[in-house]
């Protein structure tokens, strides 16, 4: 591997890295729902009945604490990951990932459950993922000195199953029930992530592209509860209900080939926001975006005292988030 993983991640995945030779020859070509029994007639399916094998078409699956996930389709795996208000609970990263045949396989923060089968299938899948990156990496962070502990210092970032394709990500931004009006945030924390980036001293060339297509009425495939609806294959940003406490969440799908299908962006209406760089009060709502594109791209969360863009949560008014942090511009660096 050209670069070790940091962050929470990293032990999970190097591991998972060094067994890729013996597991990579596992098809994951998607395969129709078998003749199996179905589940029960709920139209939610808990983890313990979805491990016993039944046909789990058209259902959505109660993950306890989690609410409930609409099951992708067969060879696709959707995950999502919220934004919280510093001080309130961390929210675990979730996956669920249908396998077809073999059933569905879900994890919540590092801690698998579901069809055994499937999860076999959907630990390979990560093992891919991790084997192309390793091996695609852009140019070179250069410059700087190291040390652990501030956002220019840190060199931590992890990450998550899913990158986008040479064409990168075309969104759509619904503004029905916005807080900040415009779409000038959302847009500006798209490409803090693309092309030449220059911050805290450091220079990277990203190849992360996004395209701005226009508005739509089309909703982001995410619940007020906080789980991730089925999707639509269209790429929205949107305001919404959230459980007290989220600023955001944000929901991706994924090929068994660890393509992006899908990435869905949806901002709490009950919460106060702030567009100004002079923030007065309220949560900023360029930075808390910049943030959820980097869930978009592929990151995923780092340790709160790493000041990275990608901590799991943010302060009011934490302006500081709009631009990356080292670890930040490694982790972008390291996928595109
Ligand atoms: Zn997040």
Request: hydrophobic share 35%; no cysteine.
């Given at each position: 591997m050209k670069r070790a993983y940091e962050g929470r991640r990293r032990t999970?995945?190097?591991s998972l890295a060094a067994s890729v030779i013996v597991i990579g020859g596992i098809g994951l070509a998607a395969t129709p729902a078998s003749a199996a029994p179905q589940c029960s007639n709920e139209r939610?399916?808990?983890?313990?009945?979805?491990?016993?094998?039944c046909d789990f078409h058209g259902k959505a699956l109660r993950i306890s604490g989690d609410g409930d996930f609409a099951i992708p389709a067969p060879g696709e795996a959707v995950l999502g990951d919220a934004a919280t208000v510093d001080g309130s609970p961390d929210v675990p990263e979730v996956m669920v990932a249908n396998l077809g045949d073999e059933g569905v396989a879900v994890r919540v923060g590092d801690q698998w459950t579901g069809s055994v089968a499937a999860r076999a299938k959907a630990e390979a899948m990560l093992h891919k993922n991790a084997a192309r990156r390793s091996s695609g990496a852009g140019s070179t962070v250069t410059g700087g000195v190291s040390n652990p502990s501030t956002k220019c210092s840190s060199t931590a970032y992890a990450l998550t199953y899913g990158v986008w394709g040479a064409g990168g990500v075309g969104w759509y931004y619904n503004q029905y029930g916005a807080i900040v009006v415009g779409d000038t945030a959302f847009k500006s924390a798209a490409a803090a992530w693309t092309g030449s980036i220059s911050a805290c001293g450091y220079y990277v060339n990203s190849s992360a592209k996004q395209t701005y297509i226009g508005t739509t009425t089309a909703n982001a495939n995410i619940t007020s509860s906080a789980t991730c609806a089925a999707r639509d294959s269209?790429?929205?940003?949107a305001w919404g209900a959230l459980p007290a406490n989220y600023l955001t969440y944000t929901c991706w799908w994924v090929d068994s080939w660890g393509d992006n299908l899908e990435s869905d962006q949806k901002y709490a209406t009950g919460m106060a926001w702030s567009s100004s760089p002079t923030c007065y009060s309220g949560y900023d709502l360029q930075g808390v975006a910049t943030h959820e594109w980097g869930h978009t791209?592929?990151?995923?969360?780092?340790?709160?005292?790493?000041g990275q863009v990608m901590k799991g949560g943010s302060g009011t008014c934490e302006v500081s988030q709009r631009t990356l942090g080292h670890g930040d511009m490694l982790g972008i660096d390291w996928l595109y």
């Open positions: 999970v995945l190097t939610f399916l808990t983890i313990t009945q979805l491990e016993q094998g269209k790429n929205v940003v791209y592929g990151l995923t969360h780092v340790d709160g005292s790493t």
